[in-house]
């Protein structure tokens, strides 16, 4: 499932390729007509992420919710602009003009590419003609031939400019709220150090972790304690505090508590510039293009059950929790 991270690329993908746009709206398969046809025709004035939810505004007050869920994704397609923000994976950007009217953009002029195809969307320069899927991991799929693509499988909705589509497939959520709705689900969503690292959103997620009897890890997964945390962060996370994911919230130190709110913070913060969670820290040069590369050097215990922590040497635990695999060191985070 996407984490947060992935969530606020996606919206930035928006942002830079459809904010201001005046956009066509359709459901290719049909379940979503009458809600495209509510959105259709109008300019999306905003494109917001809050944890693993997405908020697309348009011109007359209405918005689309998305929830990509375990299966969703978006395929982008056409002349699609990369956000400077998100194409950043090294930080060794070469400037590219493009389209004299455009801001600036960034491309990589030395890319570090997953070898799972993790960040390959990274190699692309800006604009480009090709097709984009973003999800929990991004890619690009081909180059294209024509525009705009036929849809592929079931898209749910398709969003379309004079030079870019966006496609949505597998949703949980796709639906058309009013702004009173849009702040109902936001209210109710705990939250995200994206949208507000203040000190108040620091003190609302400790004091509500404290008081509960939950265990840590199941909380960290509570889109309503926090936003964005998924599998992969709880991990590591928790690994990176040295906190059982069994204590139950209310019987952790308050500056733990405090501690792991600026560690997610922290971690989500990098995820988004860099598109992978990268969960180790102080890494060297040669250390870090191996990590960005491989998922397997980049994390303390997610995936690593049986294999020796790095830290202690103790066989790393797979077990369950919430019905969602759980990893730690059973010595480190006793
Ligand atoms: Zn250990």
Request: with cysteine; aromatic share 6%; glycine share 8%.
């Amino acid at each position: 499932m996407p984490e947060g991270h992935s969530v606020h690329r996606i919206a930035r993908q928006f942002a830079r390729n459809f904010v201001g746009r005046r956009v066509h709206l359709s459901s290719p398969q049909g379940r979503f007509a009458a809600g495209a046809a509510q959105l259709d025709g109008h300019v999306m004035t905003d494109a917001r992420a809050v944890g693993k939810q997405m908020f697309l505004e348009f011109d007359h007050g209405l918005w689309l919710r998305v929830h990509l869920g375990m299966y969703g994704a978006w395929d982008f397609a056409g002349d699609i602009l990369m956000d400077a923000t998100i194409a950043s994976a090294n930080g060794r950007m070469g400037q590219t003009n493009q389209r004299g009217t455009d801001v600036d953009s960034t491309v990589l002029d030395a890319a570090v590419l997953d070898s799972t195809g993790e960040n390959s969307m990274h190699s692309i320069g800006a604009p480009r003609r090709t097709r984009v899927r973003m999800a929990e991991q991004e890619k690009e799929i081909d180059q294209l031939d024509t525009f705009p693509p036929e849809p592929v499988g079931q898209v749910r909705v398709r969003l379309l400019t004079d030079t870019v589509s966006a496609d949505l497939r597998g949703p949980t959520a796709c639906e058309v709220l009013d702004p009173a709705q849009v702040q109902a689900v936001i209210d109710k969503a705990g939250p995200d150090p994206q949208l507000d690292d203040s000190t108040a959103a620091e003190d609302r997620f400790t004091a509500v972790v404290r008081r509960k009897p939950t265990p840590i890890g199941l909380l960290l997964m509570d889109q309503s304690v926090v936003s964005g945390i998924g599998n992969v962060y709880r991990a590591e996370l928790l690994f990176r505090a040295r906190v059982n994911p069994y204590a139950p919230g209310k019987s952790l130190p308050e500056d733990t508590v405090r501690g792991l709110w600026r560690d997610w913070a922290h971690l989500l913060k990098i995820g988004v510039e860099t598109g992978q969670m990268m969960t180790m820290d102080d890494l060297d040069g040669d250390e870090w293009r191996l990590a960005m590369k491989n998922r397997a050097d980049r994390h303390w215990v997610y995936k690593r059950e049986g294999l020796p922590c790095r830290v202690c040497g103790t066989h790393i635990t797979l077990a369950e929790m919430g019905a969602r695999k759980l990893y730690y060191c059973p010595r480190c985070q006793a």
